[in-house]
Each structure stands twice: as C-alpha cells, then as structure tokens.
C-alpha cells in the first residue's frame, strides 16, 4: 500500500521519466555528477570480479531507466543483473534497452521480493533519499543486508547532511543562499545512520583500494565546492551554466574536504 508521501515520490518520477527518457539525465542533470558515480560503481565491480573470480550476481537498487545497468552490461562479462525500481514508467524505459542477462522488477526496497543471500553486490545511487521516513529507511537497508550474501558488499551512493551544511557555509562566506534539500528526499544523517546498522554491515576503509581516486567517499568534494561555491561566486549573481566547460574543467579536480552531499560509502555485511 503507497503512502501520500510514496505518491509524491511516484508523481516526480513521472514526471521525471516523461521529460528525460532515456538519457542519462533522468535523475539527474549534472552530467559530471552522473559519470562520476557510474565510475564508482564500475569500478568496484571490477575490483569485486577480481577478488571473487567468477560472475557476479548484481543488485542496482532503484535502477530508474536502466542507464547505469546498461554501463554495467557493457562491462560485466557473464555477471547476472537484476534492476529495481519503484516507478513503473522508468522500468518501462529500462525495458526498451533490452539488456540481456539483465531482470527488471518493480518492487519496494522497504519489502524486497527477493530471496536471503541472493546477491553478491547492490548499489543505490540516490535512491534511499527518496524515503522520507528515517525509520523506514533504516528497514531498507537492513533488507539490502538481508538479500546479500554473507560478506557481501553494498555500495551505498546517496546524500548527507554533513556535506551539505559544510557546502552551504562556503556558500554564505561568499554571500550565496543554501542550497535545500529537494522537497522529495531525506538525507542521512552520518552518525545516526552507522549507528543504527553496526550490527549489519561494517564500513569499509576506502583506503583498501589504495590511491584511486575514483574510489574515495568525497569523490565529489572538489567538484560540489567549486560548481557550487566558487564558480556562482564569480559570476555576481548571473546564473550558473549547467554541463559548462567550466564545470567540465572543475570535475577534474582530486577529491578534497567534506563539501558534496553526495557521498559514497561501502558497506560489508558482517
């Protein structure tokens, strides 16, 4: 049963599946954002293939029109995929890619239709945010531990309080308004969130990986703080170009500090 604030999410979706598509904008519109978050996932899948030797079975939690999965299948050799999503009408996008060894089901990640221990790698990309409940949040993740194997590793791309705030007082020192959450997502907060599932999943130290930057939690630090901070700034007032080859030259930049909301974290299944 869908709740008011579950229409509300569906009715943006809608919304967001008529006006873009297919096009890897559709959730969203910085182009530089979008690359960056399909690198971390690519990545870590390649990084997990190697360790486990043997084709995967992936999880894209809210998979939306299925351009990340399209990516994915690209790259994955004889990984199985299996794509969820809550909005019909981008799962009927998804549909039209005709991805092969790739299942698209509408589901609820609160409730997931799938067996215990089923999968060996899910990723959200900004998908959690979309609950607006911090409780029911929390059940998601816990059935996203539920669904993976023992060991399994869940790569966690969504937003936090933490990076927002410290963005939107860069933002005030050069006299710009904050940024506010859209009306339709509930970031995480940091601490309360670890917290709530230190008996699921522990985080793993990024520094594992070594030194790729790709694969750094504030891979869009640098990025968010010059986009939004810096390059608003010059401009007294103008209005920011979006995809421009100002911020193309920006999305070079190595990660540094605490400045994006959005966030990527892996999380193991203890």
Known sequence: ?????????????????????????????????????????????????????????????GCGNGYTLEKICANANSDRLTGLDFSEELLDIARARDLPDCTLVRGDVRQLQFDDEAFDYAYTERCLINIMEPQEQIAAIREIARVLKSGGDYLMIECFTDGLANNNKARADCGLPPIPEAHHNKYFDKDSLFNAIRNIFHVVDVREFGDDVALRSNFLSSYYFTARVLYPSLLHGVEVVRNSEVAKFFSFLPPMGNYSQIQAFVLRKV
């Open 1 to 61: 049963m869908t709740t008011s604030k579950d229409e509300v999410i569906l009715a943006h979706y809608r919304e967001i599946a008529q006006t873009f598509g297919a096009s890897p904008r559709s959730t969203m519109e910085d182009d530089f954002v979008r690359e960056k978050e399909v690198e971390w996932i690519l990545t870590y899948r390649d990084l997990l293939s190697r360790r486990h030797e043997r084709p995967l079975h992936i999880l894209d939690i």
